[in-house]
């Protein structure tokens, strides 16, 4: 099983910059796809940002130019660089990934535990 494990978050004021990282271990055959979502209470969870493969990341329109995504496949970890943070982007931010225990398994989605990023106006 893969298990996620997320640091960073917290509280700042609108304007300010934080950053998350999540580490993922356990076994693991491949890991294609790592990102982040985040969830407002009451609210859909959201894609902000992920990088499938090769591809380049992939980014929400509303993040777009303010938040950069990041991996490395080494170390199997993935970072999202917030600047410039609104008051809209509070939210409990989820990472997540999709991946392979052992080369027979299909991909699976795992989830992180959630770490809670407020922004104040």
């Known amino acids: 099983q893969v298990q996620l494990v997320e640091s960073g978050g917290g509280s700042v004021q609108a304007g300010g910059s934080l950053r998350l990282s999540c580490d993922a271990s356990?076994?693991?055959?491949?890991?294609?796809?790592m990102g982040w979502y985040r969830q407002v209470s009451g609210k859909q969870r959201e894609l902000v940002a992920d990088?499938?493969?090769?591809?380049?990341?992939k980014y929400v329109d509303s993040v777009k130019g303010r938040f950069t995504i990041s991996r490395s496949n080494a170390k199997k970890t993935v970072s999202l660089e917030m600047n410039s943070l609104k008051p809209e982007d509070t939210a409990v931010y989820f990472c997540?990934?999709?991946?392979?225990?052992?080369?027979?398994?299909?991909?699976?989605?795992?989830w992180g535990q959630g770490t809670q990023v407020t922004v104040s106006s």
């Open positions: 990088i499938v493969g090769d591809d380049g990341p």
């Open positions: 997540y990934a999709k991946a392979r225990a052992t080369w027979r398994d299909d991909l699976e989605i795992y």
């Open positions: 356990g076994t693991i055959w491949s890991i294609p796809t």
